[in-house]
């Protein structure tokens, strides 16, 4: 036989074929360390080498820190509410909501000013001249202060459901100043949550038979009128933060000190401080509390923005709304008239789609 393409003979072609000898292969050197943790290798004995130890710890030390934020805010959000409606409410305070608003912007100020501190380093402050940023500011306290207002002449239940319009109300101007995209399949929802409050807003303004905490036509202005200026103010935000490349609690922190400065101004020309000795101690005390739950709310947020995103944050707020107008409901002394419920809850339902529809729309 001959090979194509070769000059070897047959009796050649066996001499090589009978000197090749199967020679069984050497088993490969065993990985090395570094190896072994690119390839996943694990032993017993890795378990004391610090770099293979499992970082379930750590998420889980994560997990219970976000948890333990949530439940914060959750609570602080809850009891700021009903805080403020007791001292709003109140004879002594009833018409002093641009000083309370001037103090809660103090507390904002000091603690974002803490927050940005070297020792805490949640987040680097970014200066700006008040001059630049005085639009934002006169929307930021004429929506602080509709707030309050609204909270001292209605009830928790209408104020907070109130609050559910300015969601859609801030996508409706963003539509109609520049031109930005709603969802089609949004449109009904928006409708079922108008639809909601505006039967709240009728059925809780009727007189009670007990006389107490009812909504005021007073009320439904100021809560009107305070979810336009809040989405107006949401809008400026939106674009200060482009125009000055800034973050949100670094716009905050030059907001905050500045509001303040304006309303304590305008405070002597606008209202009457009560008299020290005729206000009861229990409410300096609720006071008090107000500004620590205040506190409490901004650290809160901020940490489950930046640990768990605007979207976690976002079904929060839905959250908190809801135990909210529970709480109004069980400790309102206003008779909760089955529309009523039925408002609520066709409220609770529109937002909640609606939150839904926009969500999947962005992603």
Not at 182 to 188: G, Q, S
Not at 329 to 335: A, C, K, P, T
């Amino acid at each position: 036989m001959v090979v194509a393409g070769s000059n070897l003979r047959d009796d050649e072609c066996k001499g090589l074929l009978t000197s090749v000898t199967c020679t069984p292969a050497s088993p490969p050197p065993p990985p090395s360390d570094d190896v072994k943790l690119e390839l996943g290798y694990y032993s017993y004995e890795d378990e004391k080498r610090p770099e293979v130890l499992s970082e379930e710890p750590e998420k889980q030390i994560g997990s219970v820190r976000l948890l333990v934020w949530m439940t914060i805010n959750i609570v602080a959000t809850v009891a700021i509410v009903f805080t403020n409606k007791s001292i709003l409410s109140n004879a002594s305070f009833r018409n002093s909501q641009v000083s309370f608003a001037a103090y809660h912007f103090t507390i904002t100020g000091l603690t974002l000013w803490l927050a940005s501190r070297p020792c805490c380093g949640w987040f680097e402050p970014k200066h700006v001249s008040p001059y630049r940023i005085l639009h934002l500011v006169a929307a930021m306290c004429i929506q602080v202060i509709f707030q309050n207002l609204a909270l001292a002449y209605s009830s928790v239940i209408f104020h907070q459901l109130a609050r559910l319009l300015l969601t859609p109300a801030t996508a409706l101007l963003n539509f109609a100043l520049f031109q930005s995209s709603i969802p089609r399949a949004a449109f009904l929802p928006l409708v079922l949550l108008c639809t909601g409050v505006g039967i709240v807003s009728y059925f809780d303004s009727l007189p009670s038979a007990k006389g107490n905490d009812t909504t005021t036509p007073e009320g439904i202005f100021f809560a009107l009128s305070g979810v336009c200026a809040s989405a107006l103010y949401t809008v400026l935000v939106g674009r200060y933060h482009k125009k000055l490349e800034m973050s949100s609690m670094q716009l905050l922190l030059n907001q905050a000190p500045v509001s303040a400065a304006v309303l304590l101004c305008v405070v002597p020309w606008m209202e009457t401080f009560p008299e020290v000795a005729a206000v009861p101690g229990s409410l300096w005390t609720s006071i008090l509390a107000s500004g620590i739950f205040a506190c409490l709310v901004n650290l809160s947020q901020f940490y489950i923005i930046d640990a768990a995103g605007p979207v976690t944050s976002t079904v929060i707020g839905q959250l908190k709304t809801c135990v909210i107008v529970g709480l109004g409901w069980v400790l309102s002394d206003h008779e909760i008239l089955r529309q009523s419920v039925a408002g609520i809850l066709m409220a609770l339902t529109g937002m909640s789609l609606y939150m839904k529809i926009i969500l999947r729309h962005q992603s």
